[in-house]
C-alpha cells in the first residue's frame, strides 16, 4: 500500500510586480519532498502585511506541514534536513565554474579547429580562456578588485596604480594568446604578472600566515587566498615558458 501523501500549505507573495523567489524554491522543494501543496498568493502588499500581522512573522513566504508553522524557505531546508547556506562563507564555487567553462570551451575550440580534443594548443587556450574570464570578475568592478587585491600584492603596495593596471594586463595577454599573435608581448605580461602574483600569495598566506579572500575573482567574493589564487598565477608562468619556448625552438608556430 502506497504511503499516504503529505499536505503542505505555502504563502507567498504573487503580484503583478512582484513574484517572491523564495516563495517559487519553497514550492519546488515541497512538490520534489512529494507533498501536495495548498498554494495561497497573498496579491497585494496589504494581504501580506496583514498576514505578517496575523501570524506574527516577520517575512514571507510561510510554509505550514500539518497545521505548524515551519517558516521561511530557510527553516524549510533545515526541517528536511539541509544545513542552511552561508552566502558570506568562504568557497571555491566561482573559480570551478570559471576553470570549467574554461576547459569546456578549449576542448570545443580544439574539435572546432583540428577535430580532436587534445591537440598542442589546448592547454594554452585553456589558460587563456581562464586569464580573460578572470579578467572580466576584475573588470565588472575594477576599484573593489583593486581594494581587494591591495591587502597583498607586493608591487600593488609599492605602485597602487598596477592593482588597476593587472586585470587589463591578463585580459591583454589572454587576448593575445587565443589569437596567437604578438606571442612575445602575450608572454611577458603573463610571467610578469604571474611571477608577481605567485610571491605575494606565497608571502601573504604561507610566510606571513594571513588568512585573506582572492581577489582573482573580483570583488564581492569569498574564495580564500591560497592554493587557487597560487594556481591561477602559476599556470600564467606557466604557458608564458612553454610559449616562449616553443617560439624560440621553432620561430614560425
Known sequence: MAPKQRHAALYRMVTDQHVCPYGLKSLDLLKHRGFKV?????KSREEA?????????????????????IGGYDDLRRYFGAKPKDPQAPGYQPIIAIFGMAAAMALAASWAATAE????????????????LLAVQKLRDLDGFATMFLTYDLLAR???RYAWLYPFGEALAGVLMIANVLWWLSSAI?????TIGAISVVYAVYIQKRELSCACVGSGTKVPLGPVSLLENMMMVTVALWM??????????
Open 190 to 194: 603573463a610571467l610578469f604578472i604571474g
Open 158 to 160: 609599492h605602485w597602487v
Open 244 to 253: 616562449l619556448w616553443m617560439n624560440l625552438r621553432d620561430p614560425g608556430l
Open 38 to 42: 495548498s498554494d495561497h498568493h497573498l
Open 49 to 69: 502585511e496583514s498576514f505578517k500581522q496575523h501570524q506574527k512573522v516577520e517575512t514571507t513566504p510561510q510554509t505550514f506541514i500539518d497545521g505548524k508553522r
Open 117 to 132: 580534443l587534445l591537440d598542442d594548443f589546448t592547454l594554452r587556450w585553456f589558460i587563456a580562456l581562464s586569464m580573460c
